[in-house]
């Protein structure tokens, strides 16, 4: 066994020499310091355009110490130690705190959080696109406490609107934006109660066809619940769990196609060849399937037929942007959430790279003049990671000493409770006996659970463009969509904006310039 002290004294001396020459020299901070300041300064002079166009980015799962984890990762992938690396969403200059309970739920879960998000009031556990006042998987709960999204408040100011996720079209997280169910695992009706059934309530898959039946572009997994039940899928013929599931027999792909007016372009695709093969520019209506279920982790990605979510991203806002009076899409980066729950850390932090470089290619196609863009996350997990390790040490590395109690090594990342609990021979595992830097390494955790938990603390939000200033101090969550909405002179509180312009698109008037100046207590 090595001694502790031997380990200690060596990722001393790795720390030390990882320090880059430059930081070295008092002058390399103080120089970094000034120009931050002078970056800090400009925002006095406050964007109060009206944002034609609204991209809400939301990582599953992205709690703080994540971002973090992910901002070293992407820098130790560019061959850089990573501490230093930003983020495209680091770049943002306004960040808050969002407040992430369920009002029935101290820690929360992705369904009352997507429904705070993205329709502005806070609601119970496990529900979506409805009220408190419902109670979860209770149907006859949910009639008259429907509450609508700001994807809704988009099309019906004539705006584009689209949906990207690397999960399920009609999971947690993006279902808010279209449905009204008290069960966000009702995906399709073969996973309802009868007395659901019975009492009249409809599936998520169902509700996503039917309750806003013009939404330009859908993209991400959960093509099985589409089909009837055992009907064969197209890309995993022999696999029974791709198989379709529902019991009324619909075929929705059909039945979104029946809905689209015969003079415009509609196209449903399975697989990124026919995906990057469209011609955005001749695509109307947009509705790609690409896994029976989620869809694959980046790490795992078949490049010929699963997109990436840049890729997604990138055709998404191509096909919106053609639209004078602008679009609204909402991007779910849904598997970082995943990887945590499976305690496979490498998983979800990939995931979060992946959803960093998606911010960065809707960076580069949309301006900061006419675009919101906010990016945070529905809640937290249980991971963390620490032990002291040195500069530039490998975010899933070894922390440089052994534990001074059991005499063991223990990596930096670990969870607070999930699967990774292992004990062998009554003591815990040696993690220098496996592999732990592989993909699917499921990092060690404090309590033994089949599926770790999401974490209770507050979240980022980032946000840049119009009224992106809005978003600056900690704020419940259901706060964000009635920014964006405010921004965008979209939904109940338009009494700010101004007649619209040649453009098809309000601009802003002498009122919206004095409230945008005034501190944001006297506003509500």
């Known amino acids: 066994m090595i001694s502790p002290f031997l380990l200690l004294a060596i990722g001393t001396c790795l720390a030390s020499s990882l320090v880059p020459e430059k930081e070295k020299d008092p002058k390399y901070w103080r120089d970094q310091a000034q120009q931050t300041l002078k970056n800090a300064l400009r925002l006095q002079t406050l964007n109060t355009n009206v944002a034609k166009n609204v991209i809400m980015f939301l990582g599953d799962g992205m709690g703080v110490s994540t971002v973090t984890a992910a901002r070293i990762l992407k820098g130790q992938l560019h061959h850089s130690p990573g501490e230093e690396t930003k983020l495209e969403m680091d770049k943002f200059p306004y960040v808050a705190l969002s407040k992430t309970y369920n009002t029935n739920a101290q820690v929360p879960d992705s369904a ?9 009031v806070k609601a119970n556990e496990g529900t ?14 949910t009639q008259g406490n429907e509450v609508t999204s700001i994807l809704r408040w988009a099309k019906d100011a004539g705006k584009s609107v689209g ?33 659901a059934l019975s009492q009249g309530c409809k599936d998520i898959a169902y509700q996503l066809m039917h309750n806003i039946k013009d939404i330009e572009v859908i993209m991400g997994g959960g093509r099985k619940y589409m089909f009837p039940k055992n009907r064969t899928d197209v890309e995993y013929e022999l696999d029974e769990k791709a198989r379709g599931t529902r019991l009324d027999g619909l075929n929705l792909i059909d039945i979104w196609k029946s809905f689209k007016p015969k003079h415009k372009h509609s196209h449903y695709v399975w697989n990124r060849t026919d995906l990057l093969a469209l011609d955005p520019h001749s695509v109307d209506y947009l509705l790609g399937l690409f896994e029976p279920g989620d869809m694959q982790y980046e790490l795992n990605r078949n490049n010929a037929t699963d997109p990436s979510l840049s890729e997604m991203v990138e055709m998404a806002i191509r096909i919106l ?14 598997r970082i959430d995943h990887g945590h729950h499976e ?5 979800a932090l990939h995931e979060a790279v992946e959803m960093d470089q ?38 899933f590395g070894l922390a440089p000493m052994v534990s001074d109690t059991d005499k063991k090594p223990f990596t930096a990342i670990l969870y607070g409770n999930g699967p990774g609990y292992k004990v062998v021979g009554g003591e815990r595992e040696n993690v220098s006996m496996v592999d732990y830097a592989h993909n699917n390494y499921q990092a ?17 939000v980032f946000a840049k463009g119009p009224m992106a200033h809005l978003l600056h101090g900690v704020h419940e969550q259901n706060y964000i969509p009635h920014v964006m909405a405010y921004a965008a002179c979209i939904g109940a509180n338009r ?20 409230l945008a100046l005034l501190p944001l207590g006297s506003l509500f």
């Not at 949906?163 to 009702?186: E, F, G, K, L, Q």
């Not at 942007?321 to 849904?334: A, D, H, M, R, S």
């Not at 945070?376 to 390790?389: E, K, L, N, R």
């Open 112 to 120: 009352g959080t997507a429904t705070a998000y993205l329709c502005g």
């Open 128 to 141: 979506v696109g409805v009220s408190a006042a419902t109670q979860r998987s209770q149907c006859n709960t």
């Open 163 to 195: 949906i990207v996720t690397t999960t399920r079209v009609n999971h947690a997280t993006p279902s808010a934006s279209y449905a009204h169910s008290a069960d966000r695992d009702w995906y399709s009706d073969n996973e309802m109660p009868p007395e």
């Open 321 to 334: 942007n053609k639209n004078p009076k602008g679009f609204f899409l909402l991007v779910e980066g849904g």
């Open 343 to 347: 305690g496979k850390a490498k998983q």
């Open 358 to 395: 998606a911010i960065g290619q809707a960076g580069a196609m949309t301006s900061v003049e006419d675009t919101l863009t906010v990016v945070t996350a529905d809640h937290s997990h249980v991971f963390t990671f620490g032990g002291y390790t040195p500069r530039g040490n490998s975010i």
């Open 444 to 460: 060690q955790s404090a309590v033994p659970l089949r599926h770790e938990t999401h974490g209770g603390e507050d979240v980022a």
């Open 495 to 514: 009494d700010h904006c101004a007649s619209a312009s040649s453009s098809g698109s309000p601009s802003p008037g002498p009122l919206l310039l004095l």
